[in-house]
Structures are given as structure tokens and as C-alpha cells.
């Protein structure tokens, strides 16, 4: 078993002796949304590295932080192919009120399987589907809530994800479209991805500091304003400063 695959199951809690099959992916991406945060720390303190293998792991499996889409997706995409997954991956863009005009810096993963094709993300913050998710179509229901696919050609890809998480969408939403025709040929093609997040003055993730990751019961998301968890349904958010920012940085993110 080589270094990645090995440190990837120690970090998220995988023996090194348990073969991966498909019907253990829900298992994977649940352990791996609570464990690696969803992140921007290294955006803001202008710590970043080239986006290739030997970083990736690195940042995300050596130094135990977490990432945005492209460095959280990138490892588990190299994980999978390890375990001899048939997968690549795409890009796409955000919808937030409105298609982000920063284009197509989302990162996610494909995944072919006895000929069907599944979305698959452990990038997308707190809207993760924690399973695979047909491209047909079909709606995937998890604790974090409902997912689908729709084929629809757009400027911005030849699919759309959209979704309705629990506790907290009445109704279906847009996440994000990709395009599953453009595979990404090279993850250095990433770091086109994070100059982009890093410098374009429309980018979400380079103004405040943010770090979240999925529970047992819900989600937690810290900012350098804001302390907020959900909890079955139930939300508690509470303001504060840089020094309680820290405290709850080193304790519930272990940083």
C-alpha cells in the first residue's frame, strides 16, 4: 500500500487491510466530511503550494488541514484511483443567487460504475451528498439531504446538481453545473483554479477566514466573526473575536 492511501485511511478512520468496493463509498465520504474541514485558512494567510500530488498530500494528509474544492476533491480523487476506482475530474461553476462570474473554479469527481456515471464530493462546504450520485437523474437521499442530476446544457456545463439539504431547503436548489465532457487532464491544470480564487476580487474565499465540516448531528462553520452550529435541525450562532476564534479553531478543528 503506498503513502497516500495509507495516510488518507488513517486520517479518516479506514483499516489499511479493508478493500474499498462501491457500497462502501457512503461510508468514505461521511467519515471523510467529518474529518477533513472544507477551508480557506492558506488562501488568507498566503501559505499555498503548486496544486500536484506530493502537495496535495502534503496540506491534506502529512499537515492534517483541510482545503477548498480543488485540494479536498484532488485528494480524494488520487485516494480512489488507488483503490482503483475508475474516476476523474471536472470543473464547473457555483450558483449563489445567480451564476458565479469567476468561471469554472469548481473542482468535483466522476466516478464510472458498471456503466452508470456518479457525481461524487467531499468539496462543496456543508451541500455535500455524502453518496454517489447517478447522473440520471435519480434522487440520492442522505442525512445531509436529497441530491439529483439534471442533463441540461448551459454556458457553464452539460449538467446541473441540484439539491435540498435537511433542516434547512424547503425546496430544490442549484448548486452548481458541470461539464462532464471536460475532464481535467492534469491537476496542475488546478492551479489556474487557485490563482483565481486567490486573486479575482469577486471570489467568496478571499476576503474572511472560513473553516466547516459535517457532524454526527449536523454541521459547524467558523469564521472570524462567528461560531455557528447546527445540531438536529437546531442552530446556535454566537459572535466573536480573534482570541475565541483560535480557542474554537484548536478545539473543534484540532488546529
Not at 71 to 100: C, H, K, P, T
Request: glycine share 8%; net charge negative.
Amino acid at each position: 500500500m503506498n503513502e497516500l492511501n495509507a495516510l488518507f485511511r488513517k486520517r479518516i478512520g479506514i483499516q489499511e487491510d479493508v478493500k474499498l468496493t462501491f457500497e462502501k463509498l457512503d461510508e468514505i465520504l461521511d467519515k471523510t466530511a467529518k474529518t477533513i474541514p472544507f477551508e480557506n485558512l492558506s488562501i488568507m494567510a498566503s501559505h499555498l503550494s503548486d496544486i500536484d500530488k506530493a502537495n496535495i498530500m502534503n496540506k491534506v494528509l502529512v499537515r492534517n488541514e483541510g482545503g477548498l474544492c480543488y485540494e479536498l476533491n484532488s485528494a480524494l480523487y488520487f485516494f480512489l484511483m488507488e483503490n482503483d476506482f475508475d474516476v476523474s475530474l471536472v470543473r464547473g461553476v457555483i450558483y449563489n443567487q445567480g451564476w458565479m462570474t469567476i468561471g469554472r473554479t469548481h473542482v468535483t469527481i466522476l466516478l464510472d460504475h458498471e456503466g452508470q456515471t456518479y457525481l461524487i464530493d467531499t468539496g462543496f462546504g456543508g451541500n455535500l451528498p455524502l453518496k454517489p450520485v447517478p447522473l440520471n437523474g435519480e434522487t440520492v437521499v442522505s442525512r445531509n439531504g436529497e441530491f439529483r442530476i439534471k442533463k441540461e446544457s448551459t454556458d457553464h456545463g452539460d449538467h446541473i446538481l441540484e439539491l435540498k439539504l435537511k433542516h434547512k431547503d424547503r425546496d430544490w436548489r442549484i448548486g452548481y453545473a458541470f461539464d462532464s465532457s471536460q475532464p481535467v487532464g492534469n491537476v496542475a491544470e488546478l492551479n489556474e483554479v487557485q490563482t483565481i480564487i486567490r486573486e479575482n476580487p469577486q471570489s467568496p474565499f478571499n476576503k474572511h477566514p472560513l473553516i466547516t465540516r459535517l457532524t454526527n448531528s449536523g454541521n459547524i462553520t467558523l469564521t472570524d466573526t462567528s461560531f455557528t452550529q447546527w445540531e438536529n435541525g437546531k442552530v446556535t450562532k454566537e459572535e466573536i473575536d480573534g482570541t475565541r476564534f483560535k480557542e474554537l479553531l484548536k478545539q473543534h478543528f484540532d488546529r
